[in-house]
């Protein structure tokens, strides 16, 4: 059946690096993976995880306001509710803005919820699931949308996904394995949206049959494909495709159809001097962010 398989990683902007990885790995209780360097060996970005899925802590951030959308918005899925209210507790002692916890009824995809505004503004959800997710996972993500019908159009028809409902205006679709995405209608996106920050995205799997079709249906629903510079840096595994692009709202996608072979943790060293060689090649160096160059040096 045609559709993006997963929900695989997002990565969103912070700030203060030092302070997003204590806050997410010991309040909200994802596990340390790694910190990614500049090429000059400066912090770049810190992955953690919920379970098998990867949550990029990405520099420099932006300075932006909450959404009063409260959108974009991240969540993660707790299996237990011994491990919910806990972390719940932790949260709330941390001082973060939170919300309520939220007991919802049959008819929702979620149990119970709980949001809070993280110290860099983003949105951000823990949640019990009612179809399991295991002990902890990637639940959903909440995208804004100027456009409800084009919005729906695009998630079903270029990328797969099952409209199954809304809550709280906000639209949600399924994957096969029941993580979810939704868009909420706005008259006019947020800085949070709009401004993104370096390397911000949500990643989807996809299967190799189907990555060739929505090359074509992405821009043919309103996205915009902004290409692959890992395969141009040479930073793709063997028979591993991917690109990156927009919706039609700006949001920052992208779908990969994955190899045999994984890549995505090489060392450093390694990125960087085939970055570097692949570059030259094209006439290109690297970049100054790339370098560790501030924008105020």
Same mark, same amino acid.
């Given at each position: 059946?045609?559709?993006?398989?997963?929900?695989?990683?997002?990565?969103?902007?912070?700030?203060?690096?030092?302070?997003?990885?204590?806050?997410?790995?010991?309040? +909200?209780?994802?596990?340390?993976?790694?910190?990614?360097?500049?090429?000059?060996?400066?912090?770049?970005?810190?992955?953690?995880?919920?379970?098998?899925?990867?949550?990029?802590?990405?520099?420099?951030?932006?300075?932006?306001?909450?959404?009063?959308?409260?959108?974009?918005?991240?969540?993660?899925?707790?299996?237990?509710?011994?491990? $919910?209210?806990?972390?719940? *507790?932790?949260?709330?002692?941390?001082? /973060?803005? =939170?919300?309520? /916890?939220?007991?919802?009824?049959?008819?929702?995809?979620?149990?119970?919820?709980?949001? $809070?505004?993280?110290?860099?503004?983003? *949105?951000?959800?823990? =949640?019990?699931?009612?179809?399991?997710?295991?002990?902890?996972?990637?639940?959903?993500?909440?995208?804004?949308?100027?456009?409800?019908?084009?919005?729906?159009?695009?998630?079903?028809?270029?990328?797969?996904?099952?409209?199954?409902?809304?809550?709280?205006?906000?639209?949600?679709?399924?994957?096969?394995? *029941?993580?979810?995405?939704?868009?909420?209608? +706005?008259?006019?996106?947020?800085?949070?949206?709009?401004?993104?920050?370096?390397? /911000?995205?949500?990643?989807?799997? /996809?299967?190799?049959?189907?990555?060739?079709?929505?090359?074509?249906?992405?821009?043919? =629903?309103?996205?915009?494909?902004?290409?692959?510079?890992?395969?141009?840096?040479?930073?793709?595994?063997?028979?591993?495709?991917?690109?990156?692009?927009?919706?039609?709202?700006?949001?920052?996608?992208?779908?990969?159809?994955?190899?045999?072979?994984?890549?995505?943790?090489?060392?450093?060293?390694?990125?960087?001097?085939?970055?570097?060689?692949?570059?030259?090649?094209?006439?290109?160096?690297?970049?100054? $962010?790339?370098?560790?160059?501030?924008?105020?040096?």
């Amino acid at each position: 059946m045609f559709g993006a398989e997963t929900l695989d990683h997002v990565a969103f902007p912070v700030r203060d690096l030092p302070r997003a990885e204590k806050f997410y790995i010991e309040t +909200v209780g994802l596990t340390f993976l790694t910190q990614r360097k500049n090429a000059d060996g400066s912090p770049r970005h810190t992955y953690v995880k919920a379970g098998e899925n990867i949550i990029g802590l990405n520099l420099p951030g932006i300075q932006a306001d909450p959404s009063p959308s409260r959108a974009p918005r991240y969540a993660v899925a707790l299996g237990s509710l011994q491990v $919910f209210d806990a972390t719940v *507790h932790r949260i709330q002692q941390s001082g /973060v803005s =939170c919300g309520d /916890v939220r007991e919802h009824g049959s008819d929702s995809p979620f149990i119970r919820s709980f949001r $809070f505004t993280d110290f860099d503004n983003n *949105h951000f959800e823990i =949640c019990m699931n009612r179809e399991s997710l295991g002990d902890i996972s990637l639940s959903h993500v909440v995208f804004e949308t100027k456009d409800l019908a084009r919005g729906k159009k695009f998630y079903t028809e270029a990328l797969g996904l099952k409209f199954v409902g809304e809550l709280d205006n906000e639209h949600f679709f399924a994957f096969g394995n *029941h993580q979810l995405l939704a868009v909420k209608l +706005v008259d006019a996106l947020s800085d949070r949206t709009k401004r993104h920050g370096r390397a /911000v995205h949500v990643a989807f799997n /996809v299967s190799q049959e189907d990555f060739d079709r929505m090359l074509e249906l992405i821009p043919a =629903c309103g996205g915009a494909n902004q290409g692959d510079f890992r395969s141009e840096d040479g930073l793709r595994a063997p028979g591993e495709r991917s690109i990156y692009f927009s919706d039609p709202d700006t949001n920052k996608l992208q779908i990969t159809a994955l190899g045999k072979e994984n890549w995505s943790l090489i060392s450093d060293e390694e990125k960087w001097q085939r970055t570097e060689e692949n570059r030259e090649k094209l006439g290109r160096g690297l970049s100054r $962010f790339d370098r560790g160059i501030k924008s105020n040096q």
